[in-house]
C-alpha cells in the first residue's frame, strides 16, 4: 500500500467511523472501504497511532471484532462538565426537533433521523436517552442497528395514553410518506444500506 494511498483510507476510515458514532464491525469496516483483513489491521493501526502521537482529543478503542472513535480519557472532566451543563439547560431547538421526529416515527433507525434532519445526531440521541425522554432496542431486521422511540415516561409526562394520540399523528404520517417516497427512501432500509446504525 503507498503513502498517498494510506493517506486516503486513513481519511476514509476516519470519516466512517466519525459518522457511524458506535462500534463497527471490522467486517462491515473491510466490505466498505474495500480492504483485506490484513490492509485493515495496517490501517486502523496507523490510525490509532496517528491520534495518539498528535495532540487530538480522539483515539482509537478496538479488539478484533469492533473498532470506535472515542474521546481520549484525559479529557473526560471537561466533557463531564459540559453533559451536565446540558443535561441542566432547557432542550435545544435542534433537540427539539429530533425528539418530534423520534416521538412521531419511531422506531427509527438513527441513520433515517439523520438524513430527515440532514445532520449528525450521535450527542442530541445521548443527550436525550440520559434524560429519559428516548431509549433504544436492537433491531431485529438488521444486525448491529438500533431503533429508538419515545420512552413511556415522555409519553406520560404528555399527557397522552399512546403516542398515536400526538397531535395531528396521522397527519405527520401522511407527509413522511410522501417526502420518502418522493426522495426515493423506502423505510429503514434506505439508510442502512452502506454500513448498520449502531447508534
Same mark, same amino acid.
Given at each position: 500500500?503507498?503513502?498517498?494511498?494510506?493517506?486516503? *483510507?486513513? $481519511?476514509?476510515?476516519? $470519516?466512517?467511523?466519525?459518522?457511524?458514532?458506535?462500534?463497527?464491525?471490522? *467486517?462491515?469496516?473491510? +466490505?466498505?472501504?474495500?480492504?483485506?483483513?490484513?490492509?485493515?489491521?495496517?490501517?486502523?493501526?496507523?490510525? /490509532?497511532?496517528?491520534?495518539?502521537?498528535?495532540?487530538?482529543?480522539?483515539?482509537?478503542?478496538?479488539? !478484533?471484532?469492533?473498532?470506535?472513535?472515542?474521546? *481520549?480519557?484525559?479529557?473526560?472532566?471537561?466533557?463531564?462538565?459540559?453533559?451536565?451543563?446540558?443535561?441542566?439547560?432547557?432542550?435545544?431547538? +435542534?433537540?427539539?426537533? $429530533?425528539?418530534?421526529?423520534? $416521538?412521531?416515527?419511531?422506531?427509527?433507525?438513527?441513520? /433515517?433521523?439523520?438524513?430527515?434532519?440532514?445532520?449528525?445526531?450521535?450527542?442530541?440521541?445521548?443527550?436525550?436517552?440520559? /434524560?429519559?425522554?428516548?431509549?433504544?432496542?436492537?433491531?431485529?431486521?438488521?444486525?448491529?442497528?438500533?431503533?429508538?422511540?419515545?420512552?413511556?415516561?415522555?409519553? !406520560?409526562?404528555?399527557?397522552?395514553? /399512546?403516542?398515536?394520540?400526538?397531535?395531528?399523528?396521522? *397527519?405527520?404520517?401522511?407527509?413522511?410518506? #410522501?417526502?420518502?417516497?418522493?426522495?426515493?427512501?423506502?423505510?429503514?432500509? !434506505?439508510? #442502512?444500506?452502506?454500513?448498520?446504525?449502531?447508534?
Amino acid at each position: 500500500m503507498s503513502p498517498q494511498n494510506l493517506e486516503e *483510507k486513513l $481519511a476514509r476510515l476516519e $470519516a466512517l467511523l466519525f459518522v457511524h458514532g458506535e462500534p463497527l464491525q471490522l *467486517k462491515k469496516i473491510q +466490505a466498505v472501504l474495500g480492504l483485506k483483513k490484513d490492509e485493515a489491521d495496517v490501517v486502523i493501526g496507523e490510525f /490509532r497511532k496517528k491520534l495518539d502521537a498528535g495532540e487530538r482529543g480522539l483515539t482509537l478503542v478496538y479488539d !478484533k471484532e469492533k473498532v470506535q472513535l472515542t474521546t *481520549k480519557p484525559e479529557f473526560s472532566k471537561v466533557l463531564e462538565s459540559f453533559i451536565k451543563e446540558e443535561l441542566s439547560l432547557d432542550l435545544t431547538p +435542534a433537540s427539539l426537533e $429530533a425528539l418530534s421526529i423520534v $416521538a412521531y416515527f419511531g422506531p427509527i433507525t438513527r441513520n /433515517r433521523l439523520e438524513y430527515l434532519r440532514g445532520v449528525n445526531s450521535v450527542f442530541i440521541l445521548r443527550i436525550l436517552m440520559l /434524560r429519559g425522554l428516548i431509549e433504544r432496542f436492537p433491531s431485529t431486521e438488521y444486525p448491529n442497528a438500533f431503533l429508538y422511540q419515545p420512552t413511556f415516561n415522555l409519553i !406520560k409526562h404528555l399527557g397522552l395514553r /399512546r403516542k398515536e394520540d400526538l397531535p395531528d399523528y396521522e *397527519k405527520f404520517q401522511l407527509l413522511l410518506k #410522501t417526502f420518502e417516497s418522493q426522495n426515493a427512501v423506502v423505510g429503514p432500509s !434506505k439508510e #442502512t444500506s452502506s454500513f448498520s446504525d449502531a447508534g
